[in-house]
């Protein structure tokens, strides 16, 4: 079955480089995302990518994604204290039959 | 364009009573997705419509049911309530090509 893993917590500097990395289990995986959810708030789609792609930039963001190792990442440059959330990376077999199993997400706590 | 809408945005209900939630999709979307978040099984797929259909489920117990209007809109119901059923209750809707999926608010729904 699907299964997607996240490490619970990272801390990094305002202005530093934040890496967020997230493992899956199901080859069959044909999309890959990243949310953001900031506190009482529900789930913001930041990118995605295709599973036949390795690296995907938009702006600040850059999604690696090693398929071989079923390893994805998130990278933010010039983290700011606004990217403060809970990232949750996720994944689907099929983009047309929208069963998304998502991992159990990671905190980015942003210091001054 | 208007952003997928959940309501109510909060909820209290007594055990064994039952509820539904509604959420609109936005305009053109006509896949809707449902899912579960809890701090301790984090976000879990409950299902998801597409054109009055139920085309996926996860595995939660038969007192969980949704359907879906000829509008796309969707509505979730919860019978014989119980205390664990407490959580922040995720409405999604595709976009008909891309199948990026955007998130409402959410209802949180507390059972005492």
């Known amino acids: 079955g699907e299964d997607v893993e996240q490490s619970l917590f990272l801390s990094v500097r305002e202005g530093d480089s934040s890496v967020i990395n997230c493992t899956y289990t199901?080859?069959?995986?044909?999309?890959l995302y990243w949310y953001k959810q900031e506190p009482g708030a529900g789930l913001q789609l930041l990118t995605y990518i295709f599973s036949n792609m390795d690296m995907k930039q938009d702006q600040r963001l850059t999604v690696l994604l090693n398929k071989k190792d079923k390893h994805l990442s998130l990278r933010i440059a010039d983290t700011q204290t606004g990217d403060s959330a809970i990232y949750f990376c996720?994944?689907?077999?099929?983009?047309?039959?929208?069963?998304?199993?998502f991992g159990t997400g990671t905190k980015l706590q942003v210091i001054p | 364009k208007a952003g997928v809408t959940q309501t109510p945005r909060y909820l209290i209900k007594t055990r064994g009573q039952q509820v539904t939630l509604s959420c609109s999709p936005i305009?053109?979307?006509?896949?809707v997705s449902w899912y579960q978040q809890t701090p301790g099984q984090g976000l879990q797929f409950l299902f998801e419509?597409?054109?009055?259909?139920?085309?996926n489920k996860g595995n939660f117990p038969g007192r969980f049911s949704g359907r879906q209007f000829s509008n796309s809109r969707s509505e979730m119901n919860v019978s014989t309530l119980e205390l664990g059923d407490s959580a922040l209750y995720l409405c999604?809707?595709?976009?008909?090509?891309?199948?990026?999926?955007?998130f409402g608010p959410g209802t949180r729904l507390t059972v005492t």
């Open positions: 996720a994944e689907s077999i099929s983009g047309g039959y929208q069963k998304v199993t």
């Open positions: 305009s053109g979307h006509r896949s």
């Open positions: 999604a809707s595709s976009h008909p090509t891309t199948y990026e999926q955007y």
């Open positions: 419509y597409f054109s009055e259909t139920q085309r």
């Open positions: 199901d080859s069959s995986s044909t999309y």
